[in-house]
């Protein structure tokens, strides 16, 4: 069997036996927040990473899922499953209008656009009462399977098999073509990329994985704000992409376990936590650019 | 042989008392917004909660207090988190908690199903007490008894006919203006408009100018954070709206802006109307040693504001239902619903049906002088 | 003067006067982004560091231990402010600048995010979370021609703004170490080749952004609602004018900051104020697409 595979199965087991280890509901309530994370760094990796976009307003698609989803559920009494789809659907749309402006933008023109965009959303689920709610909130949301474990599960579940996803997609011909896009736009251009279109295919799709993530989230919280989607958590999905290892497909994964448990250690430390936080992430772009991937991979050559 | 028996006898005495000491804990979980912008209230509310502790010497008839607290960050999300930390690392009997409205409802489902009392001293939302919880308590009042004296009052007592609803952006502040429009147009008043702005605005003057240009505004109830209050009042009495600038309106507010607003906002602070809930020059024995122990712990050019004194009230009422006899979360349950005039710093309190409390005799207006004092108003 | 001509002349000078606070705080960044490519996410917490130094200074410092009247701390404390901006700005390219000279444009981003939090949870620490009264003698009063009134606070805010922009292009036209600046902005490569040192003109241009925006602390602290929090109120806007106004263009950023500013007084009299980011984000993604440059187009090429 090859060393993918084995390392496929690793990782099942791991999942699934995590709920055994942590035991009690904070724990595995971090568990469920850590699954939804590894989705998100993986969305947003496969258009910052792989596709070299610089996107600073992935938390829109998040919320657009979070809410399409909540409210299908609650105002017109959709199952669960199908408002999950058309709040897929309704994020990947809302991914490819981003990708309009990213067609003609670069760069850090892009990053604020991204930006400007996500505080766009924001500010529309805010403003929006009659359909959101606003400030006001949504109450009561339950989450679509009953145990906090089988909640994990199904999250988990999902992220696994997007990440299987995404990992043969990036080792195919469609990877090369981003990959490509992502290194030098205009000679792939003259290789007859149509850059375009496959901007389009990567943010329509990290989009769309950031709307299913969020599918979860009200259920799993039970209470649904807008400030939940405010522009600080773009930047904290971008953490985890840079930190665990921008460009490979373990970076993210990574990168959200460790920047979901962390803020969870640090508690003990009370005031000094965000300062900590902070300046954990300085010290990684510093030091450690390509992430922990890249750190691991120093440390393998140093040994071997 | 006599010796050993005795000592044995001693030793296992002095065993069983041990064992029971260790169970004479009362085990209070407090989640407090203590990072973030929302750190505004918990610093506050912890600060109120530890000088109650050291007045307790962390013990009630011979009950250990145990207090673990939390970051909830005024999110639901670190609320829910928090308070499942909490249930799972202490097993509470009571949490305290959270300050903002939205993190207070996100943890009341999770408490009631845990039947865990939660005592709250920071949420105005309506929804808390009137969604059918019963493990929920509230000392704060609400939005709906801070808007029915202020609405109403606006009207009869004031003369007011006019009015421009002015709030901060989140539920408590909707909350708050809803509560104040339903009374006062009830009496007969009619809304001009209503402005929001969001906690992140700092410059006042456009609203202030728009607010010039509405034409004869009798009342300008608002409902916001002191920071920004102050440079709304300045706004408006460089606009000349309020009487602090020579216009005519009078800003009302709620019991949220604390003791030294008035000379925060200096001259424009005139005339300003509010309702006081926790008044640090009141005479009542209480206030006053809470007043003296708060400045002298914390620094004696510092006044305590009514978060302090909330949160200290919410252990005041901890310890005397352990007094009374609570040792679990459905003893301190069951005394907690019969508490009739207990008294704390902001007032006597009793609790209704719905866990809300109910005396607000407390409750009384001032309107700022010249000279920024307080002259008590008998509405 | 007839009622809605008053008004409108009103929230104009209001417009106005926000306006040229925004500016001071974009001008920093938009001369960080046009001689590094690159921009300092915690540039608005610089300014908020300078407001406390600039408070401390009047009203603790200046006061107490020196004696001076009221005017003469104020003023002492914007050269305090611009001082310990300066310092900043130096720590800043120390740490995460210059070591990151070379590398992908995302890095320092990241880094001066951590940076960014770093600042307003040690101030956090500091100053705590309950707001600082930061008058200055200018801010209480009020001068009034007719019908329109504002503060003495705005008259020094724009005479302050004009004499840094002033300085400013002086300093880039006339001074050997000005022209360094705009060489170095324009090409780096061939700015080394000619005997200019990049790195130092670099490390100048930060400090001296870095010194404007502490000094723009000194002026919005009698203005805004103090603690440690208030850069993050201000960053995303300041984003958004250095874009509209082009990146790197210190003209265009003081048009946008402007414009900005009367465009929010006016929202704020007919749609209100929760709309103000909203109407400010549509015209930024709006700018994007019809002058992705911005207000006046900046000749940059890109060498394929």
């Not at chain 1, 979070?66 to 105002?75: G, P, R």
């Not at chain 1, 704000?225 to 490979?248: K, L, Q, Y």
């Not at chain 2, 914390?298 to 009374?324: C, S």
Request: charged share 15%; with cysteine; proline share 3%.
């Amino acid at each position: 069997m090859s060393a993918r595979i084995i390392s496929f199965l690793i990782i099942i087991i791991v999942v699934a036996a995590l709920p055994w280890l942590l035991t009690t509901p904070y724990w595995r309530g971090i568990l469920v927040l850590c699954a939804m994370n590894v989705l998100l760094a993986l969305s947003l990796n496969l258009v910052i990473g792989y596709t070299g976009q610089l996107n600073l307003g992935q938390s829109a698609f998040f919320g657009i899922g979070a809410y399409v989803s909540t409210i299908l559920v609650k105002t017109y009494g959709w199952n669960f499953w199908l408002a999950s789809l058309a709040a897929v659907g309704a994020a990947g749309l809302l991914g490819l209008a981003l990708a309009a402006f990213a067609v003609r933008l670069r760069g850090h023109y892009l990053a604020i656009a991204s930006l400007g965009f996500a505080v766009i959303t924001y500010q529309v689920l805010i403003n929006w009462e009659n359909v959101t709610q606003g400030v006001r909130g949504i109450y009561g949301i339950l989450p679509p399977v009953g145990s906090t474990s089988a909640l994990f599960y199904l999250v988990a579940g999902i992220a696994v098999l997007v990440y299987v996803l995404l990992d043969n997609l990036v080792r195919s011909p469609i990877g090369d073509t981003l990959r490509a896009i992502r290194e030098d736009e205009i000679s792939a251009a003259s290789l007859g990329i149509n850059g375009a279109i496959w901007k389009a295919f990567a943010f329509g799709l990290g989009a769309a994985i950031a709307g299913l993530a969020g599918c979860f989230y009200p259920g799993f919280v039970g209470t649904l704000v807008p400030d939940a989607f405010n522009i600080v958590e773009s930047f904290t999905m971008m953490a985890m992409v840079i930190v665990g290892g921008m460009g490979t497909m373990i970076g993210p994964v990574i990168g959200a376990v460790v920047l979901t448990f962390l803020p969870e250690l640090l508690r003990g430390f009370g005031e000094l936590r965000l300062m900590i936080y902070g300046l954990a992430l300085m010290l990684v772009v510093l030091f450690m650019p390509g992430g922990i991937v890249q750190a691991w991979m120093a440390l393998k050559a140093r040994i071997s | 042989m006599k010796l050993v028996f005795r000592l044995a006898i001693l030793a296992i005495v002095c065993a069983a008392f041990g064992a029971q000491a260790q169970d004479r804990v009362i085990r209070i979980g407090v989640l407090m917004p203590i990072s973030g912008p929302g750190s505004y209230f918990g610093v506050m509310g912890k600060e109120g909660i530890d000088l109650a502790l050291d007045q307790l010497k962390g013990s009630v008839s011979g009950y250990r207090l145990q207090v673990q607290y939390e970051d909830s960050a005024c999110s639901p999300l670190q609320a829910t988190n928090t308070v499942k930390r909490v249930l799972d690392q202490l097993k509470p009997h009571i949490v305290i908690g959270e300050e903002c409205s939205d993190a207070s409802l996100a943890i009341a489902p999770i408490l009631e199903q845990a039947k865990v009392v939660q005592l709250n001293a920071g949420s105005v939302t309506m929804k808390l007490t009137e969604s059918g919880y019963k493990y929920v308590f509230r000392i704060f009042p609400n939005g709906e008894q801070q808007g029915l004296p202020l609405g109403r009052n606006a009207y009869t007592k004031l003369g007011a006919r006019t009015a421009v609803l002015l709030y901060e952006k989140t539920n408590a502040g909707v909350d708050s203006a809803d509560g104040f429009e339903k009374h006062f147009v009830a009496a007969g008043g009619k809304i001009l408009a209503r402005i929001d702005f969001g906690r992140d605005v700092n410059d006042f003057t456009a609203i202030a100018t728009r607010i010039a240009a509405l034409g004869k505004v009798d009342v300008l109830p608002t409902f916001g954070l002191e920071g920004q209050q102050v440079r709304l009042s300045q706004a408006l009495a460089q606009a000349r709206v309020v009487k602090g600038g020579g216009g005519s309106a009078v800003q009302m507010g709620s019991i949220w802006l604390p003791y030294g607003y008035d000379q925060k906002a200096g001259a424009a602070a005139e005339g300003y109307i509010r309702i006081v809930q926790f008044d640090p020059t009141e005479k009542r024995k209480i206030v006053q040693d809470f007043v003296k122990a708060f400045r002298a712990k914390y620094g004696a050019e510092r006044v305590p504001t009514h978060i302090n004194a909330h949160a200290y009230d919410t252990m005041l009422l901890v310890a005397e239902a352990v007094r009374r006899g609570a040792t679990d979360s459905e003893s301190i349950r069951d005394r907690f619903s019969r508490f009739r005039n207990v008294e704390v710093t902001t007032g006597k309190i009793s609790f209704g049906p719905n866990g809300q409390t109910t005396d607000l005799s407390v409750i009384h207006f001032i309107e700022t002088q010249k000279d920024l004092s307080w002259k008590g108003l008998n509405w | 003067m007839n009622d809605l001509l008053a008004l409108v002349v009103q929230q104009s000078v209001n417009g106005v006067y926000l306006g040229c606070l925004y500016v001071m705080v974009a001008l920093g960044l938009t001369l960080i982004y046009g001689v590094l490519n690159q921009i300092n996410f915690a540039h608005a917490d610089f300014v908020t560091v300078g407001a406390f130094a600039a408070f401390f200074t009047a009203t603790r410092f200046a006061t107490k231990v020196l004696g001076l009247p009221d005017t003469g701390a104020y003023l002492l404390s914007m050269v305090a402010a611009l001082g310990v901006g300066a310092l900043l700005g130096l720590a800043v390219n120390a740490a995460v600048f210059a070591p990151l000279r070379r590398g992908d444009e995302l890095r320092p981003l990241i880094a001066t995010i951590g940076v960014s939090v770093l600042i307003e949870n040690g101030q956090l620490a500091l100053f705590g979370p309950i707001p600082y009264q930061f008058d200055s003698p200018f801010s209480r009063e009020t001068i009034r021609i007719g019908r329109i009134f504002f503060s003495a606070q705005s008259v020094l805010v724009v005479a302050v703004s004009a004499a840094a922009i002033a300085a400013l292009y002086a300093f880039m036209r006339f001074t050997f170490l000005g022209k360094a600046l705009r060489a170095v902005a324009q090409d780096r490569e061939t700015a080394g080749l000619m005997g200019i040192n990049p790195n130092l003109v670099i490390a100048l241009t930060i400090i001296i952004a870095s010194a404007l925006a502490g000094m723009a602390g000194a002026l919005l602290g009698p203005v805004v609602v103090l603690t440690p929090f208030t850069g993050a109120s201000l960053i995303v806007k300041a984003f958004a004018i250095v874009i509209i106004g082009g990146f790197g263009n210190v003209q265009g950023t003081i048009i946008a900051g402007i414009l900005v500013g009367i465009i929010e007084a006016f929202t704020v009299q007919y749609l209100g104020s929760g709309l103000i980011d909203l109407v400010v984000f549509v015209l930024l993604l709006v700018m994007l697409v019809l002058r992705p440059t911005g207000l006046i187009a900046e000749r940059k090429e890109e060498n394929v």
